[in-house]
């Protein structure tokens, strides 16, 4: 998975790198990081909405960041094993969610509480921490990891814990960006151009001028249906789990649901990059056709069924 940013005027591309093989005592310090960092901007907020304090920094920093603050107060004093730059950037964002919303004119709009269920929880990792061999930050780049990580970082990142306690770390890189009038970037003979239509049992068909055609993700969505049935019978059997006592039992079943879920976002990603890789290669001109599957499956007009809805749904034609 890849995402685009530009911080400070630079085009950048961020690479997520999985955090595989973190121990017990690095997690829970990451976890409590996170969680520090989650509290300092419901408090910001809370001081702002509840309080009527300005949401300007030097307001704001005294009441929620001033070391003074949590030093006389013993029940605040595990704010302070967070260090201060996380807990600044948790602010900065709040600041910004403001900005942004006023910039926009919107006249009517509300911050939300962050909540430990939210789907993704994320933390800023100054580049100017990452190298350093002492202090708060030095187990970062020693940790067991999924992939090799950098010894010097050229920027700012984020690093991301999801909801099955996966730790990614979002890395900005340089990227180069390709100008609209080049062409593919391996020659092909023909025409250059190819028209797609997106379908249910298989993905997308193309038809080349030349007399090719061509289907992508044929059969494919078996795969994915036998997962999706899986997850229906997990969701029923969590459902029908009742009382206090079991909510251990509802926990895990929710657990294994999410791992699933993402087992099927996976493979349907895995298919759009494939695609988009190769049609980028080959093709100049590339007509897709609008596929408005909201109308399609809106139970008072759909002509289909409902496992056809499901599946085209889980195709995700909408995101590619």
Wanted: charged letters at 30%.
């Amino acid at each position: 998975m890849q995402r685009f940013c530009c911080p400070s005027g630079t085009n950048t591309q961020e690479k997520n790198r999985r955090n595989g093989g973190c121990l017990k005592e690095e997690r829970l310090k990451l976890r409590r990081w996170i969680g520090t960092a989650r509290w300092t901007y419901n408090q910001c907020l809370s001081v702002v909405e509840k309080e009527d304090v300005n949401w300007n920094k030097k307001d704001v920093w005294a009441r929620c960041l001033n070391a003074v603050n949590f030093r006389n107060n013993a029940e605040l004093k595990w704010v302070m094993e967070t260090p201060y730059d996380i807990r600044n950037e948790a602010m900065n964002d709040l600041l910004k969610g403001y900005s942004t919303n006023f910039a926009t004119n919107r006249k009517k709009f509300k911050m939300k509480f962050r909540s430990k269920k939210d789907l993704h929880q994320s933390i800023v990792i100054y580049f100017k921490h990452w190298s350093k061999s002492h202090g708060e930050y030095s187990f970062l780049p020693k940790m067991k990891l999924a992939e090799p990580l950098p010894n010097k970082l050229e920027y700012d990142s984020h690093l991301i814990v999801n909801q099955l306690g996966e730790f990614y770390l979002y890395i900005p890189r340089p990227l180069k960006i390709r100008a609209e009038n080049q062409g593919p970037m391996f020659q092909k003979e023909g025409s250059g151009v190819i028209s797609l239509d997106p379908g249910v049992r298989t993905f997308m068909t193309g038809y080349d001028p030349s007399g090719m055609a061509i289907e992508w993700g044929k059969n494919d969505i078996g795969q994915i249906y036998r997962l999706c049935h899986a997850y229906d019978k997990l969701q029923s059997k969590r459902d029908q789990i009742h009382e206090k006592r079991n909510k251990r039992k509802r926990y895990k079943l929710h657990h294994v649901m999410l791992r699933i879920h993402k087992k099927i976002r996976c493979l349907v990603n895995d298919c759009h990059y494939k695609l988009v890789k190769w049609l980028c290669e080959n093709y100049y001109i590339i007509l897709l056709p609008e596929f408005r599957t909201q109308k399609i499956i809106q139970r008072g007009q759909r002509r289909i069924g409902s496992k056809t809805a499901r599946v085209m749904c889980t195709w995700s034609h909408f995101r590619f």
